[in-house]
């Protein structure tokens, strides 16, 4: 609470007046000779998502690598709840609460589901010697949880890697979701993931935020970012191209700003012109109507 | 929804029974025990006698020991070529301490279990520390034990073993529990197979049933993954390194307490056994599967196979032959059973 300049420095949107969930100043980070980023800084806040946005390799998995213990940085500070901290490893940053969804999906492809679930975080009955590995407790959680994503997983038993791509995507969503306390970050989740399951995720999003949970949210896709986020940071070959509050940027600006909108919707237009037939009509159209109900 | 439920209902049911039976990893080495006991009993009425069945559960349980652990380092991700070796380091340390500097026999087991549990943490603590290969940390730890063995073994007795244990006092306690026989239909039967049946259980039990057994399969998977999650997997490799170092340890004692005696040389090759029960029995090589049950079968099948070869009136030279085709046909069949299991999920 005694940090009143940086509540004032960090011009968020109105009514937040409280100290940010998190708060990274300067951040940088070098692999080698790389900069694989330079001179970050956002907020996130309680109840809010922050979307970060930008090309192949511009630096998104770093920066989320760093919040969630892989990386830690060569220079600038990261605060929660106003504290600087420095997270040595995962386990560091999920005993604080943050929970990450990786790009790759950071599970084992030869372990069952609800192993996968529970890794590194395994409910245990019993005690002393006895102390075992609660695996009902563990199938049940895993079950309802994948159930609440619209997945009907057929197997508990059955290893991951065996899994559509979709699917497999979902158990690593839901899995953050189960174990975020304070904060969910999630990268590219819904890449591999069908138009039902993306809008799950979305919705999933929406109620972390709504629970008061703070969320980071990484994606290529401007149409899932806007409904969903309250800032935006841009990234560009390691270098902040921005970070916009809502109410500083319009969808349009967004998506200029990521990779061209004029770009990107004269793409739509190709898209559906070209063949009635195939898939990619659908696949216009479904841009199209985005850019028409969200623009 | 219920649609859904019922369409998955009939996609388990077209696989249930046998695939559940096939994705066990000791699945193939079960048959292909069965096949050579059966075998073998054909071949020879002593082989299937008590006595018989004495002689090579010995043989397999020497084996097993210590195949457990080394097949839980693998589905770990790593290897010790140091196993074989660490088993004369223990049984010599004991040996010495006790027959040559007077210490108490009890402190002497102490005092060689902290040295074992010092070279696994080496052994670990290289392998994480370094990011090398466990093969070359380990091979590396083989050749240096293997020069201390014989050159402290020289050192101190002028000979290549340490023998004379069975003088010391309070051994007939020790014989007891670890070189005893346990007679069965009238035959003496070693107290080491219930040990090394104990061991098995305990080694399935925690792989299965305990999260450290989570994180042996996790760190072995994936390693980075399992990181990003949580496991802590240089913890984890470390104590599978020290796991291994106790069994030498408790196999080397047990060698040493049995026979009175032990050579300087004693474990060496043994190593490539352990491996070779544990990919038998089910163990990936890259690590993230197998069982430690199937480790024990894989030790059973390599000691029906030794005497089998004896009570047969084969040429015993020819045995080694016999493994390593064994060997083959395991890799190949679990490879095969593997593609088969994955296949039907589909
Ligand atoms: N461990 C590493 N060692 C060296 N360079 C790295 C490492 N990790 C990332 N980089 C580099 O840092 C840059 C940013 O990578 P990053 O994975 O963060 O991109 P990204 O924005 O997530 O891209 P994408 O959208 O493709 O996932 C890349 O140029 C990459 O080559
Ligand atoms: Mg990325």
Known sequence: MSDIEITEASEVSPGADDVPLLEIRDVTKMFGSVISLSDISTTVRAGQVTCVLGDNGAGKSTFIKILSGVYQPDRGDVLMDGEPVRFSSPREALDAGVATVFQDLAVVPLMAVWRNFFLGSEPTKGWGPFRRFDAETAKKITRAEMADMGIDIRDLDQPVGTLSGGERQSVAIARAVHFGARLLILDEPTSALGVKQAGTVLKYIVQARDKGLGVIFITHNPHHAYPVGDRFLLLKRGKSLGDFAKSEISLAELTRLMAGGAELEQLAHELEREGDKSETSALGRELLDDTKTLG | ?346
């Not at chain 2, 049984?91 to 027959?99: E, V, Y």
């Not at chain 2, 089998?308 to 016999?322: C, E, M, P, R, T």
């Open chain 2, 1 to 346: 929804m219920t649609a859904t439920a019922a369409r998955a209902d009939e996609r388990i049911a077209d696989v249930g029974v046998l695939r559940r039976l096939l994705v066990k990893p000791e699945f193939g080495a079960l048959i292909g025990a069965v096949v050579i006991f059966v075998f073998f009993s054909i071949q020879s009425d002593v082989f299937r006698s008590p006595a018989g069945v004495a002689n090579w559960l010995d043989g397999a349980s020497t084996v097993g020991l210590m195949a457990v652990p080394v097949a839980m380092l693998m589905i770990g991700g790593h290897f010790d070529l140091s196993a074989g070796v660490q088993i004369g380091t223990a049984g010599l340390a004991t040996g010495i301490m006790t027959t040559y500097w007077g210490l108490n026999v009890y402190a002497s087991l102490v005092a060689s279990l902290l040295l074992m549990l010092a070279i696994g943490f080496v052994n670990g603590y290289l392998v994480t520390r370094t990011g090398l290969p466990s093969f070359i940390i380990t091979l590396g730890m083989f050749l240096g034990l293997q020069g201390i063995n014989l050159g402290v073994t020289k050192q101190v007795t002028n000979t290549v073993q340490v023998s004379n244990l069975d003088l010391v006092p309070g051994y007939h306690l020790l014989k007891n529990i670890l070189g005893s026989t346990v007679s069965v239909a009238g035959k003496p039967f070693q107290i080491a197979i219930l040990w090394w049946v104990l061991f098995t259980a305990l080694g399935s039990w925690a792989l299965l049933k305990t999260r450290f057994g989570n994180w042996i399969f996790a760190t072995g998977g994936d390693p980075n993954a399992s990181k990003n999650v949580g496991v802590p997997t240089n913890r984890t490799t470390i104590a599978l390194f020290m796991l291994t170092s106790a069994m030498a340890w408790f196999v080397g004692n047990t060698q040493i307490v049995r026979f009175g005696t032990i050579q300087a040389q004693v474990g060496i090759g043994q190593e490539l056994i352990f491996i070779v029960a544990a990919v038998i029995g089910g163990c990936l090589l890259t690590g993230g599967y197998g069982s430690a049950i199937g480790a024990s079968v894989g030790a059973l099948i390599f000691g029906m196979t030794q005497q089998g070869i004896v009570y047969a009136n084969w040429n015993s030279d020819w045995f080694k032959l016999f493994v390593g085709a064994m060997l083959l046909l395991a890799v190949l069949a679990n490879q095969f059973v593997r593609r088969f299991a994955e296949q039907s999920r589909r």
